[in-house]
């Protein structure tokens, strides 16, 4: 039969989800992953990816780097081998987009494997040395990222931003603030909003040097016209609030245009340092009120202020709060409450407190529950946890909570139970740490 225009024109009555099938067949393996990966799961991703594979299905670099970025939280070792076998095979290895994907990927779960890939990498590009300068700065280990730092054929600004963040968030803000320095005087870079906010947060752990450098910063933003987002605004609240400067604080809070917990609860937790409790209740109440749900770190906050103001019954009725919230209390939560009770001379409900934790109780808690026990001469009491106490501690770093635990029985008159615990700290070695001070001179 002869085919002729009209027939080649006529319409095709075929299912609109066969069409739909047809189009999905033809569909590139990144166009299906990408696909995947908008529903935020993993799985979903994986599944995915292991149909192309078994459809032997070509993949390219694309497709690869979705689902490893998918999966990265996941902190999955063995199922980021087996991604990793799977591109080496595809030979995708010397491809250092998808190498230092998988690099970042291993970082969060294994340090060590991502040493292992970074050594192996036949092609490097700045992005990857960042990488492995965050990795070892978030594994504590400073010295190496900086090691990684010098060795680098080229440094761009998230390059130096990395180095000083591991820095101020491995305690070194003296050298961090120098090589900062550094980074603008001598190389001569502009730093962007990462740069400073890193900077800014270990200025709220440095006082009056901090506040110095953090007041300059401000100043820098100002001048520059610098929007005043979400992230700096409350690194600029948190910076000043930890420094006392609660005033500068409110101002900065009251400029923001927009707000999340994070800025509520900087503005909380800096209140309740400073000693003012009422404000940082009625601060938390406020945020109630403007529809912001609290997280664990305001709960933190706010019963830290209960007990610094010896308010029982508010810090009671807030850490009922927490599972309203649909949140567990914490440890820190229950250090606030262990406290709050010890300072009002209510032990029973501290120990009782204490029992009903989930979770062990650490050697913070428990000198804060025998130093109460201490004030209120309820040596009955200590005693009765004394035990639980010394195989919580260790030898190394608690020598004051001996020290603390030998002092109530000599205050009990059980001379024999005391001179136990010191001889048990001379048998363990127990090194308790020395008292000190700092006074700062000179011109700040």
């Known amino acids: 039969m002869p085919v002729t225009p009209s027939r080649l024109l006529k319409p095709i009555n075929l299912p609109v989800s066969s069409l739909i099938r047809s189009f999905n067949s033809w569909s590139s393996p990144s166009a299906s992953i990408r696909n995947a990966s908008s529903s935020s799961s993993p799985y979903k991703v994986l599944q995915v990816y292991s149909q192309l594979h078994r459809q032997s299905r070509p993949f390219d670099s694309f497709s690869i780097l979705f689902t490893i970025k998918s999966c990265a939280h996941l902190r999955n070792l063995p199922l980021f081998g087996h991604l990793h076998a799977h591109l080496l095979k595809l030979g995708f290895n010397s491809h250092v987009y998808v190498a230092t994907c998988l690099l970042h990927t291993y970082s969060l779960a294994s340090l060590h494997d991502a040493c292992v890939l970074f050594d192996e990498m036949p092609h490097k590009n700045t992005v990857t040395w960042n990488t492995m300068i965050t990795a070892y700065s978030k594994s504590g280990d400073v010295k190496k990222a900086r090691l990684v730092f010098e060795q680098m054929p080229l440094r761009d600004l998230a390059s130096w931003s990395a180095m000083v963040a591991g820095y101020m968030y491995g305690g070194e803000w003296h050298s961090g603030l120098a090589l900062f320095r550094e980074m603008v005087v001598n190389e001569g870079l502009r730093p962007d909003k990462v740069t400073l906010g890193s900077v800014l947060s270990g200025c709220a752990r440095m006082g009056s040097l901090g506040l110095l450098v953090g007041r300059s910063i401000h100043g820098f933003t100002a001048k520059n016209g610098w929007e005043l987002s979400v992230d700096l605004g409350t690194v600029l609240v948190d910076m000043y609030a930890k420094c006392g400067f609660l005033k500068s604080a409110f101002r900065v809070f009251d400029l923001m245009q927009e707000k999340n917990v994070a800025s509520w609860t900087a503005l909380i937790c800096g209140s309740a340092q400073h000693g003012y409790g009422k404000e940082a209740l009625s601060m938390f109440e406020l945020m109630q009120d403007m529809g912001v749900k609290p997280n664990e770190m305001t709960f933190t906050g706010i019963l830290s202020a209960c007990a610094q103001a010896g308010l029982v019954e508010e810090g009671r009725k807030y850490f009922n709060k927490i599972e309203e919230y649909g949140l567990e209390p914490r440890i820190q939560h229950y250090g606030c409450m262990v406290d709050l009770f010890g300072k009002a001379g209510l032990l029973e409900e501290a120990y009782e407190i204490i029992n009903s934790m989930k979770l062990e ?33 260790k030898p190394e770093n608690d020598g004051g909570v001996y020290t603390l635990i030998s002092n109530l029985f000599v205050l009990n008159d059980k001379w024999d139970d005391a001179e136990r615990v010191r001889k048990l700290m001379v048998n363990q070695k127990v090194r308790k740490a020395r008292g000190s001070s700092f006074i700062r001179s000179g011109s700040v």
């Open 361 to 393: 109780p650490n050697v913070v808690l428990w000198s804060s529950f025998l130093s109460s026990c201490k004030v209120h001469k309820q040596f009955e009491l200590a005693e009765r946890v004394t035990e639980q106490v010394l195989r919580t501690v």
